[in-house]
Structures are given as C-alpha cells and as structure tokens.
C-alpha cells in the first residue's frame, strides 16, 4: 500500500533545509570572492603577507564567515537526517556524519586563517625568525586551506550522493531533480579522488567543473524545499488486513 509518511517535523526540517543550504551557500562564495581572494597574491608571500597585515579585520571577518558555514552545514545535515530518517535511518545518519566531516573540515581552514594572523604579529617570540620565513610560514598555512577543502569535498559529494539516493527512493522531490543530484554528487566524489590521486587533473577538467553541477542541484534542492515543500511519498508501507 502507497501512503503518505510525510508529517509536520519533515516539512519544516523542509524549510530549515532549503533557508541554510541557500544561506551557507552565500556566505561561503561572499567570504571566499569578495573578502579572502583578493587577499591572496598567487606567487608572491610577502605580498600576501602586506595584504593581510593592512587588511586584517577583513581576514578575521573571513574567518567568522567559514565559522558561521561550517554552524549552517551543520543546521542542514540535521534537517536533513530529519527529512530523511523514515526512508532510511541508515543511510540518513551516515549522509549526515559524512557532510559533518566536512564541516568540521571548515574549522581547521578557519584555524589556518587565526595561524597566519599570528605567524604575521608582533608577538616578542616571533622576533627569533626572520620577516621572509614568517611570511612563508604564513603562506604555507594559507595554502593549507585548499589542501583541506578537497580533503573534506570527497565526503560532502558523499553525503551528497547518498542523500539524492534517499531523495529519489522517497518521492518526495521530483524523480529528475533528484537523479541529477546523484549523477552530479557521484561525479563530485570521482573528480575529487582522482584530483587527490593525479594532481594535474584538473588541467583536464576544471575543479570549478567538480562540484559545480553538484552546487547547483544543492541550489534547485533548496528552492523546491523552500517553495514547494514536500510531495507525499511512495514508500510502501505494510499494513493488516481485516479479518
């Protein structure tokens, strides 16, 4: 027998959904473009390290920022586990564990950040190294935080995956939508382990083009979340015949 299963809890774990995967989404590209790239000078440290000491309350922002993406990621994989527990609990928790790594991955890129503000002080107990080598130092710490984010990508795609999987077993979202999340999500997760293992793959594919397709389901998730809310599901469920 086909019934619904959807009750109040999912649809606004529904809406708590779509609100912080369309938030996160914002303060990530906001903090990453607008805030932490011009910042950076490709090839050259000590520039860098000009930008950041001149530009530091724009860092820290930053900073906040990434620590306010990893809190928001967090608020989504639980709405999601919500959504998502009665199709299968299973397979629920480990999306979200899977997109809790991930976030946790943020913390340490924001710990990155907080190193090469310090490595760039004027603590007395900086005043050992030469001005050259802090700059490297600091350097090196900011270059650490495109090492973590594709450390943690191949675990977003995973959640990401197994929670498109779910999406199309329940019905709740339309059937297309959710086949391309998993065709997208899978690809994610490929691009990502074969980047980690051929670092030169990206001048064969882009890495904007690894998660982009992924990024933009997450996106089209969120509205239909937002808006349309969820559709009754077709998970069949038994039930006993009167005698």
Not at 103 to 132: H, K
Request: glycine share 4%.
């Amino acid at each position: 027998m086909t019934i619904s299963t959807v009750d109040e809890s999912q649809r606004t774990a529904a809406k708590v959904a779509g609100f912080s995967c369309l938030f996160s989404m914002a303060i990530v590209v906001f903090a990453n473009y607008a805030l932490y790239n011009p910042l950076i000078v490709p090839g050259d440290a000590a520039e860098t390290a000009r930008n950041i000491v001149a530009h530091e309350t724009q860092l820290r922002i930053t900073a906040t920022c990434f620590l306010t993406y990893s809190a928001s990621v967090v608020v989504l994989l639980t709405a999601l586990y919500v959504i998502l527990k009665p199709v299968n609990r299973g397979l629920a928790l480990v999306g979200a564990l899977l997109r809790l790594v991930f976030a946790l991955l943020w913390l340490l890129t924001t710990l990155n950040l907080l190193s090469a503000l310090r490595l760039l002080g004027s603590a007395s107990y900086l005043q050992v190294f030469e001005a050259d080598r802090l700059q490297a130092l600091a350097r090196l710490h900011i270059a650490a935080n495109f090492d973590a984010y594709y450390v943690g990508l191949p675990f977003f795609g995973l959640a990401a995956t197994v929670c498109s999987y779910l999406w199309l077993k329940s019905n709740y979202i339309p059937k297309g939508l959710a086949v391309f999340g998993v065709i997208s999500s899978a690809w994610c997760v490929i691009c990502a382990f074969v980047f980690l293992i051929f670092p030169q793959f990206n001048k064969i594919v882009n890495d904007y083009w690894f998660d982009s397709p992924m990024a933009l389901f997450e996106m089209a998730l969120s509205f239909w979340l937002l808006f349309k809310g969820l559709r009754p599901s077709e998970i069949a469920e038994p039930v006993l015949e009167a005698i």
